[in-house]
């Protein structure tokens, strides 16, 4: 069994970093970090970028609809220079349950990612795969 420097096997190092990832951003990026800091192994650092690039486009999913509310409070100011008894909104608090979806979705993928780590297994994201195989490749 392959294991890191600090002596802790390397896919629950991988599992650990997705876990985190489910549950807090930050000591998750921390252990990224030091996975592609210090640990030699591929397999790992594939994981903890892919770990990372799983979160960021999770985040940036949730704030491209965060952007819903505020186009529309915009073109509600807007709207009501020109006749006040007019309000905008965006209707059933649709943003709010987008965003639920979001974290849902994000936390879900992450908890499988983890629990096919522990096996050293891969869960392929074409959208996080494709630029990791173009950026990690050792091909020059």
């Known amino acids: 069994m392959l294991k890191t420097k600090l002596g802790i096997s390397i896919a629950l190092v991988g599992a650990a970093m997705y876990f985190l990832g489910a549950f807090s951003f930050t000591p998750a990026v921390l252990l990224a970090g030091y996975v592609l800091i210090a640990e030699e192994n591929e397999w790992v650092k594939r994981q903890a970028a892919k770990m990372v690039g799983v979160v960021v486009l999770f985040s940036l999913l949730s704030i491209a609809v965060g952007w819903i509310d505020d186009v529309v409070g915009v073109l509600n100011i807007i709207v009501r220079w020109f006749n006040s008894d007019v309000y905008l909104s965006v209707?059933?608090?649709?943003?709010?349950?987008?965003?639920?979806?979001?974290?849902?979705a994000k936390e879900v993928l992450l908890l499988v990612m983890g629990f096919r780590?522990?096996?050293?297994k891969n869960v392929k994201f074409g959208l996080i795969d494709k630029p990791l195989d173009k950026f990690m490749s050792n091909q020059q």
């Not at 059933?92 to 349950?97: D, G, H, P, Q």
């Not at 780590?117 to 050293?120: H, P, Q, S």
């Open 117 to 120: 780590a522990l096996g050293m």
């Open 91 to 104: 209707p059933a608090n649709l943003t709010s349950l987008c965003r639920y979806i979001i974290t849902i």
